[in-house]
């Protein structure tokens, strides 16, 4: 599982999400035109890159294919109902309480 906090790129190339998820770069692109909730950024030459939620929108649809072993129709209809919610699954409350903390203090340092 890839955690947000992982993902510490604006943006990453296909190839770059294809090894994250051990797949070819075929197959993302195939999620992008069936999963409207993937839309990844194209540069001037038309390459795709792809923001960390993007990439955490791929994972739940990875989890839901190729791990539950749901159809894409299955999968589309887990995503729609909110079965499934595109955020990142291990964050704690103690990881929570820093990260709000660390903004709190940039905040304060801003005044």
Do not use: C
Not at 46 to 66: A, D, H, M, T, W
């Amino acid at each position: 599982m890839i955690k947000a906090s992982e993902l510490t790129k604006l943006y990453y190339s296909i190839g770059e999400v294809s090894q994250m998820f051990d797949v070819n770069t075929s197959l993302i692109r195939f999620w992008e035109k069936e999963f409207p909730s993937i839309k990844p950024k194209k540069n001037k030459k038309g390459n795709r890159l792809f923001s960390p939620k993007s990439i955490l929108e791929i994972q739940n649809i990875y989890q839901l294919v190729k791990v539950d072993g749901h159809t894409l129709e299955g999968a589309k209809k887990a995503l729609k109902n909110g079965e499934i919610e595109i955020t990142e699954p291990d964050l704690n409350k103690e990881e929570l309480i820093e990260r709000l903390e660390g903004i709190r203090r940039k905040l304060v340092a801003l005044r």
